[in-house]
C-alpha cells in the first residue's frame, strides 16, 4: 500500500489543523493506521493510532484531549484532526499503515512497514 499525507502548513498556536493520508491499494480496512511526528533533532514518536475493524484509538498523552483521528474506509483516507495546537507540536507529521497490528503494538514504530512521506506542521506563538 502507498500513503499520501497532506494537510500539513503553518498555524498559530491555538489553533486547528487537519491532515489526511490517502491510502492507494485493496482491503484499507485490515490496516491499523496512525500518525507519527518528528520534532527538529528529535526522534519520530508516535502520537495516534486507529484500530482495523473496531476503529479503537489510541493516543500519546502529549496530544491526548488535543487530537482527534479517524478513517474513512470507503475512501480509504485517515485524518488527524489537531486542535489547541502549541509550538512544542511543530514537526513533520507521518502516517503509517500494518495490517492486522496486535494492540500491544500500536504505538511501536518498526512495526509499521508502510510510511507516507510526511507534512511539515508549524505552529507560531
Known amino acids: 500500500v502507498q500513503l499520501q499525507a497532506s494537510g500539513g502548513g503553518l498555524v498559530q498556536a491555538g489553533g486547528s489543523r487537519r491532515l489526511s493520508c490517502i491510502a492507494s491499494?485493496?482491503?484499507?480496512?485490515?490496516?491499523?493506521l496512525a500518525w507519527f511526528r518528528q520534532a527538529p533533532g528529535k526522534g519520530r514518536e508516535f502520537a495516534a493510532a486507529?484500530?482495523?475493524?473496531?476503529?479503537?484509538?489510541y493516543y500519546s498523552d502529549s496530544v491526548k484531549g488535543r487530537f482527534t483521528i479517524s478513517r474513512d474506509n470507503a475512501k480509504n483516507t485517515v485524518y488527524l484532526q489537531m486542535d489547541s495546537l502549541q509550538p512544542e507540536d511543530t514537526a513533520v507529521y507521518y502516517c503509517?499503515?500494518?495490517?492486522?497490528?496486535?494492540?500491544?503494538?500500536?504505538?511501536?514504530?518498526?512495526?509499521?512497514?508502510?510510511w507516507g512521506q510526511g507534512t511539515q506542521v508549524t505552529v507560531s506563538s
Open positions: 503509517a499503515a500494518a495490517s492486522f497490528l496486535h494492540d500491544d503494538y500500536y504505538n511501536i514504530k518498526r512495526y509499521y512497514n508502510f
Open positions: 486507529i484500530r482495523y475493524g473496531t476503529s479503537a484509538t
Open positions: 491499494g485493496r482491503s484499507f480496512n485490515i490496516y491499523t
